[in-house]
């Protein structure tokens, strides 16, 4: 809450300006995901301000985190006072409480994958039992649902751990099913019924074919031999950017690109871009894998490589006045701040920390990635129980795919790892090392 008080009404990034033009027009589409647009909208109508959006993901981490802390404390049977430091490290931490009240989609996102990996201890701790009770299942099926719906990559996390469970704990294959099904329904309620009514433009979204476009450049910029391509592959790129121009690429920002390309035929033709990539690194695999390798180096590179930017995290919002149409929210978009002192004294720190040259410890989550595995094998080794590793599904599924998927490096993306390995590797670590058998099946 002290946060919230210091960056009040909340911090606001140019992606959440669009949202929130969005909601206060009604002409929602699906660039961002449709439903984290509708959630804000809902709220608004209780309290037409950023305050009540940022308040709501504050109460809904504390919500998480508290559960996480209890499901650790009950199933490792630690000392509570490690717990209560725990939770009061997380929740002090400046980039877990700025994030908390920045308006992203990734913040519910990456507490919903927390919430996810809370249950599967929870499973693996009762030997599969914990799913067996009908609230467990539904929130379990819920939560897959939304993890779905909340970012266009978050599908792989959500059935890769379905997956998973149903082929490790067959006796309760049953209650697995009933969960898919309400992951199933929650989904075609909201992309059918829900959308329609809130009249969310399909035809603006982010499509498979976005992250096969960045790779293509890639290509074109460093004047590859593009005779791979038939004509109409040609025709179809030159649409989107002309071929006769030099083509902006950064292999950790592709977002340099789209500000002055035609993105509507990658929306409506999204196989095209994937078809092209593959005719191009099949032709030359080595300039993909160097695009990929530079791309994903912040999911598992700990120290910051030189000349590589890195989003990190946002102190002031964007201004609506820069953009013609948003110029109307710049007196409720701006900060204004309830605790000044402490606002201030916060960036003065973060900032600092920049300046010291401290990335790997605040804003390279591979550190905390690697913590983890090192953890949880360690869970596995003296536990003798290699049904812990499931515990890894989450972080891994999350980190394979935004290494393929991401438009530029940003701790965000990566947040569901960042809060992961801070709840659950130090619990790990200690009772693996203290108290073995406590969850040892």
């Known amino acids: 809450m002290v946060y919230w008080l210091s960056f009040y009404p909340g911090v606001m990034s140019f992606d959440s300006i669009s949202q929130w033009h969005q909601l206060s027009t009604l002409h929602i589409n699906n660039w961002h995901p449709a439903i984290s647009t509708i959630l804000m909208w809902l709220l608004t109508r209780l309290w037409y301000s950023p305050a009540v959006v940022s308040l ?119 209650p697995f099913s009933f969960a898919a099904l309400i992951t199933i329904a929650i989904i075609l309620v909201v992309v059918g019924p829900l959308y329609s009514i809130f009249k969310v433009d399909r035809s603006y979204r982010q499509t498979y074919g976005i992250p096969f476009l960045n790779p293509v450049a890639a290509y074109i910029s460093t004047n590859q031999d593009l005779g791979s391509l038939s004509l109409s592959d040609r025709e179809y790129l030159d649409s989107i950017y002309p071929l006769d ?127 983890f595995l090192v953890g949880l094998i360690l869970l596995v080794i003296r536990t003798r129980n290699a049904r812990w590793l499931l515990l890894a599904v989450p972080i891994v599924s999350q980190s394979i795919i935004v290494m393929f998927t991401a438009q530029l490096q940003a701790v965000r993306y990566q947040y569901p790892v960042y809060l992961i390995s801070l709840l659950f590797t130090l619990p790990m670590i200690i009772v693996a090392l203290k108290n073995p058998k406590q969850l040892s099946n």
């Open 56 to 174: 709501f993901q504050v109460i809904f981490a504390a919500i998480i985190i508290g559960y996480g802390l209890t499901s650790l404390y009950s199933g490792t049977r630690l000392p509570g006072f490690i717990f209560i430091v725990l939770g009061i490290l997380i929740s002090a931490d400046p980039l877990v409480a700025i994030i908390n009240v920045t308006l992203w989609k990734d913040v519910i996102y990456g507490f919903l994958v927390l919430l996810l990996s809370t249950f599967l201890f929870n499973i693996i701790r009762t030997k599969g039992e914990w799913i067996a009770k009908p609230v467990n299942f539904v929130l379990f099926g819920v939560t897959l649902a939304f993890i779905f719906l909340f970012r266009v990559n978050g599908f792989p996390v959500a059935i890769v751990s379905l997956i998973c469970l149903l082929f490790l704990y067959t006796k309760y294959i049953k």
């Open 245 to 371: 121009n030099p083509w902006p690429y950064s292999c950790y920002d592709a977002t340099i690109f789209f500000y002055e390309s035609n993105l509507i035929p990658v929306v409506q033709n999204p196989l095209s871009t994937v078809k092209i990539f593959t005719k191009l690194a099949t032709h030359d695999p080595s300039n993909a894998f160097r695009h990929f390798l530079c791309l994903s180096s912040f999911i598992w590179q700990p120290n910051q490589p030189l000349g590589v930017y890195l989003e990190t995290i946002l102190f002031e919002n964007y201004n609506p006045e820069w953009m013609t149409d948003w110029s109307v929210y710049k007196d409720s978009l701006t900060q204004s701040s309830i605790l000044p002192q402490i606002h201030n004294l916060v960036q003065r720190a973060v900032k600092a920390e920049v300046h010291r040259d401290t990335y790997m410890l605040f804003w390279r989550h591979a550190l905390y990635l690697f913590a």
